[in-house]
């Protein structure tokens, strides 16, 4: 089955300058071309979901590019294409881990805000103890007041 630019397009939510673009970058192995009309098909979907998926995961064109070169080369370049992945891997977990932390601060933000309209006030929220706090949003007070731990304090 072949599709056009347009239906690509639509499928996947990406504009049509930016499938050119891919096409003129050889990203695509010689789309084929009915008078002028780019025809794609379903290995060119197959490969415009790796390149997506390749771009999320913050690997710039030609980098992209230089995967689909291997792909082409065949079995000789698996390693470079594992190595490559491997790579990605790691950044994607990083980034992650940052965004975990910044989710970690927005829901205490939100629970703090909520218990200030709450009490139509931020004052008893801001005087409780990092102990006190519901321990769902320990770290994200953590992230946002580092050094400023206190232990708990002990029960007579």
């Known amino acids: 089955m072949t599709y056009t630019i347009g239906q690509v397009s639509r499928q996947f939510g990406l504009p049509v300058s930016t ?3 891919y096409d003129k970058e ?3 192995d010689n789309i084929q071309r009915d008078s002028g009309i780019r025809k794609f098909s379903d290995k060119d979907l197959d490969r415009l979901r790796m390149i997506e998926c390749l771009k999320r995961s913050g690997l710039e064109i030609k980098d992209i590019r230089q995967f ?3 792909c082409r080369q065949g079995s000789g370049t698996f390693l470079q294409r594992r190595e490559l992945f491997a790579r990605q891997r790691k950044a994607v977990k990083a980034e992650m881990e940052r965004m975990q932390e910044v989710l970690s601060i927005l829901d205490y ?10 009490d ?5 929220v ?4 990092y102990a006190d706090l519901p321990e769902q949003y320990r770290e994200g007070y953590a992230h946002i007041h580092p050094g400023s731990l206190e232990p708990a304090k002990e029960e007579a």
Do not use: P, S
Request: proline share 0%; aromatic share 22%; charged share 30%.
């Open 126 to 129: 801001r005087e409780l103890r």
């Open 68 to 70: 689909m070169v291997w």
């Open 120 to 124: 139509g006030t931020d004052e008893n």
């Open 109 to 118: 933000k939100c629970w703090f805000y909520d218990q200030a309209i709450k």
């Open 26 to 28: 050889g990203l695509f």
């Open 19 to 21: 499938l050119r673009y």
